[in-house]
């Protein structure tokens, strides 16, 4: 299994509490262009959906039997807050291939989520998002929050190693 990491805007991010249909915890992630390329070797079933912002968004997602995903800020401290629509975050997720049919098959699974940059979820009375903007998550280096599709086997050093 290998670690692989994207990093962009997300949605939908239900990380304290998994949903109430699918008993899964999840998030959707704004991939650019080069992580969509390297998103679709990947060969998972997961489709990635445009947006009116331009960026393919793709959803990661855990089942809560496997456990709750890890989510920190740029420093490893544990996040607690509800995350809103548009914060930076960098998502972990495994990956894992087989063969069937003659065909190679791929499957990624949400391990942690990294906040780069928080806007707090606050509910309005009409049921709709209220966005507070919380600023950057502790003090990491510029190539820590902006890491994208890096992966633990990868050698190229221009690639950092996120720490969670």
Known sequence: MTMIYFSGPCKWARLLTPDDKYDKYNISVGLDNKQLLEFQKLKAKNTPKLDEDGLF??????????????????????????????????????????????????????????????????????????KEAGGTMGNAAPSQQSASAATTASSSPSRPRIPF
């Not at 809560?64 to 996040?79: A, I, Y």
């Open 57 to 130: 968004y793709v959803g990661f997602n855990r089942k809560s039997k496997e456990g709750k995903p890890n989510v920190v800020d740029s420093l490893g401290n544990p996040v607690t807050d509800l995350i809103g629509n548009g914060s930076k975050v960098t998502v972990k997720v495994s990956h894992k291939t087989w063969e069937r049919d003659g065909a190679t098959q791929g499957a990624v699974q949400l391990e942690s989520v990294m906040v780069d940059e928080l806007i707090k979820y606050a509910p309005t009375a009409l049921g709709k998002e209220k």
